[in-house]
């Protein structure tokens, strides 16, 4: 290291101003009084210990000129890939670069006299920071486009040119969406700014960087190209859920919540406002997917930049430790770590002329990987943050034969080592025994300059010229508990205590309502009372905020109308000098009918309650504002409400701490956010506060002349035949009927066949189906509800991130049905909801199913993260099958009479949950086999192990698996995908999802794992032909009606019904059969006479 060294600049500095070293030892204690002697010997060690820090900090600083600052863009301050590159900047690269430069920057400040280098080395930083600014603020259009839509054609570019920043190459042809860069920049732009450097000078310029908030703020349901630019590990230009993207976003919206872009100077409207709802739903979706970083990748060693070093986005200990070990084992190498399995990036395999692979190539790479020494350096900086000597020694040693050597004698780290082409087979046939060579990136005439940043890091961190809290000055190492508090008036993460409680404050909609509450002992406050602090509905807050980021002059349009959750509403908001709190969206009456049933509503407040607590990461207390109105207490559920309040009141619900009282009393313990940008901008808020309800009495008394709700029924006649008949004669037959089902069903003909403005007796069909939904409403007549909100295109609010948590569990889902099924493995925008579940063959089949399905995705959404456990073995949730598997136990097993779609939404939650926990109950209730298939079979539930079996029996099926006329090859299935992989999964589930009758989908699922079985005791096996599923199954049916001496029918009931035992036996006799029939071949002659199935 101290080869090539450049000059030490001016010796005998002042030595007063020394700031002590992080590692300097505390003086000893002597028992003798210091002599004038030992206090002289004392200065002198330390002027030599501070020359010594001068001389090394130099040395870097001659290397940081030579390697970083020589290839920095003299126009705009970017860097490129490596230091050959002339014409392209890499933004990744450039932020790393800029980050190294930083950290040499805070390592000359504990030092007093630095000859100008600090001020230089800041400067250098403020550039680079500033081009990649300049670079992205002339894509403002994009941005704009990007937050309507994550459509990847409008992502912010990576690569710009290196002198001009003009583009250099379009979305089409690269891709450009790489959410970690932007949430990268994010981050380090928040330390450095805290380090004192000024990086933003404008307003204009904070405007961008808050709708860089927004772009990150929905990593968690962005697909995008990762860290590796690929997308998929099949590099066909597909881009993927990365968990290493969404954790970096994560991060940063931690970060930059709250922070100052002007620094200790800036004024109140130069700070960033971040959606704690939004940075939720990353936290959570990230963590789901975790150890996972895709669904083509099991294992990413992004991953590591991610979990440690510069994100630490996680501090769940069980969560970081199962990660860092599932990349160590399955990634790390003799030099670096694999990027991924099968990454064909940089092996002598890989045709350089294609940009994408070809289909089932990646199987080629396997086991030649190329490795990456910059893994071990972020080791070691995991290393130092986690004060681990040993695994920094570990991969100290590991590197050093690995780094090359300039003419200076600086350090060169290689950007991979890969196999040579001769060694290639050798390599395959035993992985680690060939020597490999280093990359030409990375080389004295080449360097890579992301990797040099990276060694230039942890190089002053082992020479203990930088300290961990000096490279992450906000602390992001660190438990959110345990970072410094932040004063001010914006709220931040500071984790959450232990005991948490959760402030709720009781409003009542009317006085006597509120009179009503005290005579049941419960005490709430009207809107009147809390003045002069206002109660907003949820919806006049995101009109705030959508003048949060705006500029005309950029052409931004400030925040997307997105809806304010659980935790937006759980702070207390001071806007224009008026204090205003929000209740929460599960209070607002909406257009769907969700909101009308009662129990459903109890259910969600403890919900919201549970969900608040849990999740809270602000200083302050949540609060939370529950709303009482009058329509709560007409229905039939009112006495459960009262009961919940009157739990709340005690202090806990269901085990967390909860405080009531009143508004006045609770602000001081709140956390308190101050939209303070809303001061600078001169316009017109229309805010419509929540109202009171004036009434001409207040004694309670006069509540009875609020109606009760009765139970209402029907006989639910069909009309389907009038759809053939003309329009007059369905107006006519429309005068006469009187029934809700009736009206709805004739007014749907209408509808579809003449348009929603249609007169009918001078009033359109809409308005008609309108005032029949009110009515249907009031009386609580679900049937009716759900038909006329099918009937007006109704749409469940906020559905989208509910169908992302489903996604990122690891699930597919499947709305609509029969064979015009639409599969969702992507998350959907919310203006694609209306197209997917209001499908002209979903409506042909029965208009309710639209609106059913929507409800069971809802509760589906809310189940998978809350209780996970109930969707084992189930990788495809079929929504319309879900619903047949709720029908069956209604009508099959418990010979219920009524509909689904007749039943309160709560009532079918209820029942989503009953079919989930299966497993539970279908003993105690004593189910029979066949019920237990079919619900199974609807489910598509699947036993443990299961798709790795199916793998091992295909990869002994040379012809590939036959089933219901669809053949799964063996290749390119195998060659393309490995076992542990979820696409595998996927594939194997679509096969099976061909099937129409729930139980026989459950009987070859049986066999598959019959065959494995068999298989796993005789290895030799093999399959010669094509191992056709139907036929065995058939065989072992035409065995089993044998041996009960009956005819063969095609009527498999009795089949279905048989116990698993007697079905495994005679699948497996069915299968020795098959084997027999000269369609298997053994590695050894008598493979067969000694096959084992038991």
């Excluded at 130099?58 to 301050?77: E, F």
């Excluded at 550039?127 to 839509?149: A, D």
């Excluded at 009937?791 to 064979?819: D, H, M, N, R």
């Amino acid at each position: 290291m101290n080869k090539g060294m450049t000059s030490v600049h001016g010796r005998g500095r002042t030595v007063s101003k020394l700031r002590k070293s992080h590692n300097a030892r505390p003086p000893r204690s002597r028992q003798r009084t210091g002599s004038v002697c030992d206090s002289d010997i004392d200065v002198n060690l330390r002027i030599i210990s501070y020359d010594d820090t001068v001389r090394k900090l130099d040395h870097y600083y001659g290397i940081v000129k030579r390697q970083l600052l020589q290839n920095q863009s003299i126009t705009l301050g970017l860097f490129p890939l490596s230091s050959q590159e002339k014409e392209v900047a890499d933004i990744r690269t450039t932020i790393y670069c800029a980050a190294s430069i930083w950290s040499l920057f805070q390592a000359y400040r504990r030092i007093d006299d630095d000859r100008g280098k600090a001020y230089e080395l800041g400067q250098s930083c403020v550039k680079c920071m500033r081009g990649i600014l300049n670079c992205w603020m002339r894509q403002t259009e994009n941005v704009e486009n990007f937050k309507k839509g994550q459509n990847p054609k409008y992502a912010l570019h990576s690569k710009f040119h290196l002198k001009t920043g003009k583009e250099v190459v379009s979305s089409d042809d690269y891709g450009h969406l790489q959410i970690d860069v932007v949430s990268l920049f994010l981050l380090f732009l928040v330390q450095m700014i805290t380090s004192g450097l000024q990086i933003i000078y404008t307003m204009d310029e904070v405007t961008f960087v808050q709708n860089l908030v927004y772009y990150v703020e929905r990593a968690y349901r962005t697909p995008d190209f990762g860290m590796w630019e690929r997308g998929s590990k099949y590099n066909n230009g597909t881009p993927e859920l990365h968990a290493s993207s969404i954790g970096m976003a994560k991060a940063a919206l931690e970060a930059i919540n709250g922070c100052n872009l002007f620094g200790e100077k800036g004024a109140s409207w130069s700070v960033i406002f971040v959606d704690i709802d939004a940075h939720n739903r990353n936290r959570s979706i990230f963590e789901t997917l975790l150890p996972r970083e895709s669904s083509s990748k099991n294992v990413d060693a992004s991953l590591m930049c991610t979990i440690s070093f510069p994100a630490f986005a996680t501090h769940d200990q069980m969560l970081y430790s199962k990660t860092r070990s599932q990349v160590i084992s399955s990634l790390e190498g003799k030099y670096g770590f694999k990027r991924f399995h099968r990454d064909g990036y940089g092996t002598v395999l890989e045709d350089k002329r294609r940009r994408f692979y070809h289909s089932a190539e990646t199987k080629e790479f396997e086991k030649i990987e190329c490795q990456w020494p910059l893994f071990y350096l972020y080791m070691i900086l995991e290393g130092m943050f986690k004060n681990n000597e040993e695994q920094v020694e570990e991969y100290k040693n590991k590197l050093k034969p690995l780094v090359k050597r300039d003419k200076w004698g600086d350090p060169v780290i290689p950007m991979y080592y890969f196999v040579h082409k001769d060694n290639v087979e050798d390599e395959q046939a035993e992985p680690g025994s060939q020597y490999r060579q280093s990359s030409p990136e990375g080389t004295p005439k080449n360097l890579f300059l992301w990797g040099q940043s990276i060694w230039i890091i942890a190089s002053l961190l082992m020479d203990n010229l930088l300290h961990i809290n000096e490279l992450d000055l906000i602390r992001r190492h660190l438990p959110s508990y345990n970072r410094p508090r932040k004063g001010g008036r914006y709220s931040a993460f500071q984790g959450t205590a232990s005991d948490l409680v959760v402030q709720v404050v009781l409003i009542a909609e009317s006085m006597r309502l509120q009179a009503m509450m005290a005579t049941y002992g419960i005490q709430t406050q009207t809107p009147h009372e809390v003045e002069p602090v206002q109660i907003w509905p949820p919806k006049e807050l995101v009109k705030v905020y959508q003048n949060l980021g705006v500029s005309e002059k950029l052409g931004l349009g400030g925040r997307p109308t997105r809806p304010i959750g659980a935790l937006g509403t759980s702070k207390i908001y001071r806007v224009c000098g008026q204090t205003v709190l929000c209740y929460p969206l599960v209070f607002e009456v909406s257009d769907f009918y969700l909101s009308h049933d009662m129990a459903l509503l109890i259910d969600d407040i403890k919900t919201e309650l549970h969900f608040v607590g849990k999740y809270w990461r602000l200083s302050g207390r949540p609060t939370v504002c529950i709303l009482i109105r009058e329509e709560h207490m007409r229905d039939v559920h009112f006495r459960e409400l009262l009961d919940l309040l009157a739990m709340l009141k005690s202090g806990y619900c269901d085990g967390l701490k909860i405080r009531t009282g009143r508004l006045q009393n609770l602000i001081a313990s709140s956390c308190i956010e101050h939209l303070d940008f809303m001061n600078a901008m001169d316009i017109d808020l229309d805010i419509t506060p929540f109202e009171q309800l004036q009434h001409a009495s207040i004694g309670y008394q006069s509540l009875t002349d609020v109606p009760t709700a009765i139970t209402y029924s029907e006989d639910s006649m069909s009309f389907k035949d009038m759809g053939l008949q003309p329009t007059p004669e369905v107006l006519s037959v429309l005068r006469s009927v009187s029934t809700l089902h009736g009206q709805t069903q004739l007014l749907g003909i209408l509808l579809r066949r003449e348009g929603r403005n249609f007169q009918v007796d001078g009033v359109s069909v809409q308005d008609r189906v309108c005032a029949l939904l009110r009515q249907a409403s009031s009386l609580r007549y679900w049937a009716g509800v759900r038909e006329c909100n099918a009937l007006l295109s109704k749409e469940v609010e906020s559905i989208s991130p509910y169908i992302t948590t489903i996604l990122v569990s690891g699930k597919q889902l499947t709305a609509g049905y029969g064979k015009d099924e639409i599969l969702l493995d992507k998350p959907v925008q919310p203006a694609e909801i209306h197209d997917l579940f209001y499908t002209p063959a979903l409506q042909a089949h029965n208009v309710v199913q639209a609106v059913l399905q929507q409800e069971v995705v809802l509760y589906c959404g809310k189940l998978i993260a809350t209780h996970t456990q109930l969707f084992n073995g189930i990788l495809n949730i079929r929504i319309g099958w879900v619903i047949k598997a709720m029908t069956y136990y209604l009508h099959d097993v418990c010979h219920g009479k009524e509909s689904i779609e007749s039943l309160a939404p709560n009532e079918v939650r209820r029942l989503v949950v009953k079919v989930l926990s299966i497993d539970e109950w279908a003993h105690k209730e004593r189910l029979t086999p066949q019920q237990i298939r079919v619900i199974d079979g609807c489910l598509g539930r699947t036993p443990k192990r299961f798709y790795e079996k199916v793998f091992h029996i295909l990869s002994k099926s040379t012809e590939g698996v036959r089933l219901c006329d669809q053949l799964l090859p063996q290749h390119p299935t195998i060659s393309e995908m490995s076992s542990g992989e979820l696409n595998f999964a996927l594939t194997v589930q679509s096969l099976l999802n061909r099937i129409q009758h729930p139980e026989y989908r459950q009987i070859v699922v049986e066999l598959f794992s019959v065959i494995a079985t068999i298989l796993e005791r005789n290895p030799e096996l093999k399959f010669l032909h094509e191992l056709n599923l139907d036929q065995i199954v058939k065989e072992a049916f035409k065995m089993f009606l044998k041996d009960l001496g009956r005819e063969y029918t095609e009527d498999m009931s009795s089949f279905y019904n048989a116990s698993q035992v007697a079905v495994t036996s005679y699948l497996a006799r069915a299968i020795v059969n098959f084997m027999l029939t000269g369609d298997v071949r053994s590695e050894i002659e008598e493979g067969l006479t000694f096959c084992k199935v038991s």
